[in-house]
């Protein structure tokens, strides 16, 4: 197994964590968005902003989690490697947006899911790293 490789399962299994931490986040619904809305730069209600960081951060663990998967399995098949790509641009696309409104809403005030949603950007960039060098060397064998 390649360094390639082995990095790539490491950095699944880091993203399969940060999903389920995703997840915990959500459920347990951390932070007022009240609190944080009062400095944001656009109008927008309490309970809007809870919903749509909640979607977001959602729908971001569940790629997470699919990445983290599609990732150990492209790993030990190199051949697979192709959906564990695309799930690592689609995850990255998804954690900059959630970030980006993790930052909208304020800093100081949900530093849980601001946390959460740069460890999720941290991993599948690592994800969308690894799993292109694991292309690139399963290409050049084959």
């Known amino acids: 197994?390649?360094?390639?490789?082995?990095?790539?399962?490491?950095v699944s299994m880091v993203t399969l964590l940060a999903a389920v931490l995703c997840i915990v986040v959500v459920v347990l619904g951390f932070g007022d968005p009240r609190v944080a809305l009062e400095n944001a730069p656009f109008e927008m209600s309490a309970d809007t902003a809870r919903i749509v960081l909640s979607l977001a951060a959602g729908f971001g663990a569940g790629i997470n989690l699919v990445l983290?998967?599609?990732?150990?399995?492209?790993?030990?098949v190199p051949s697979r490697v192709g959906s564990a790509c695309t799930l690592a641009l689609?995850?990255?696309?998804?954690?900059?947006?959630?970030?980006v409104l993790c930052v909208f809403q304020g800093f100081g005030v949900d530093m849980v899911r601001?946390?959460?949603?740069?460890?999720?950007?941290?991993?599948?960039a690592g994800a969308f790293v690894f799993a292109n060098s694991v292309k690139k060397e399963y290409e050049a064998w084959h």
């Open 1 to 10: 197994m390649s360094s390639s490789r082995k990095y790539l399962k490491i």
């Open 68 to 76: 983290g998967l599609a990732g150990m399995r492209a790993a030990n």
């Open 90 to 99: 689609i995850g990255l696309v998804v954690a900059l947006v959630n970030v």
């Open 114 to 124: 601001t946390i959460s949603a740069v460890l999720s950007l941290a991993c599948t």
